[in-house]
């Protein structure tokens, strides 16, 4: 019961949450006719347009990745090509549908338990593939909010004016987490789970992929951007993080609308908000709705070869 009460409290925050960026959105954007924002999405080159693509593969087959990590930490046999399949469909369910958790632990069960793997190792590589999709974001967004700290647009309303503190807090999280790694053999045990740390090179080696996935994520807008953009991929990065912590934290789906507002809150006044907004629609199409037409395919195919057999 108050399981449930938990999941439509957050539900509802999400709701809010979405209703209330619509609002900013519309409020920002309200200065321009829609004329400007598709015009905004035909200027962008072609060239760039096949950028984005290709980075979007690459950041996916980076996502799959993870899974394959996972099998390795866990200690048990299965062929990658199946590992990659899985992790690939579930990591753009849990993209584009959000609460990964849910979506993509779904998928996963649904076939790594077909293929014979037990529920207690799916349920660890569920919990592995989550921990390294956190440590890439701290790392990288620590890295950044330290060395190139981000000024927090005042419409955000918190404590501080930029994001050196969330920096700083981010990179000793990561740094808390490499030393268990390293030195905590026996695993702990929390509220009746257990938890055991990888070995440090696997824990290093988290850090490094899931950080290639973010780099690679921001890369997919940024050369969608308008080239009159006053930033510096470096500088772009930083906003990025933040609009994407935001989007996260707000339980909405892919952070949709709430990752945009504040993307519109930082650059708008460096930048036409109209063709921001473009560039961020043909960002939605590539890096969200392209893989979820690729995997709903793919699912589709293999669930009907599985029918025939």
Known sequence: MLKKLQLNFTSLIGLVLLIVSVWALFHEL????????????????????????????????????????AFAYIGRALRWNK????????AVFSNTIGFGILTGGAIRYRFYASWGVPAVDIA???AFENITFWLGILCVAGLMFVLNPLQIPPQLHVPFTDARPAGVLFLVL??????????LKQPLVIRGHEFRFPNFKTGFIQVVISSLDWLLATGVLYVLLPANTPLSFLDFLGVYLLAMFAGV???VPSGLGVFET?????LSPKVSGAALFGSMLAYRAIYY??????AALMLGVYEFRHRIK
């Open 30 to 69: 309200r200065a321009y006719n829609y004329r400007d924002v598709l015009n905004a999405i035909n200027a962008i080159p072609k060239n760039r347009l096949s950028l984005s693509i290709w980075l979007t593969a690459l950041g996916y087959i980076v996502l799959a990745a993870y899974d394959i990590l």
């Open 83 to 90: 590992i990659a399949f899985v992790g690939f469909t579930s």
């Open 174 to 183: 990561v740094f808390i987490y490499l030393l268990g790694s390293l030195f």
């Open 289 to 294: 709705l392209l893989p979820m037409v690729i």
């Open 249 to 251: 934290a707000s339980n």
């Open 262 to 266: 504040i993307i519109l809150l930082i």
């Open 124 to 126: 660890q590589v569920i």
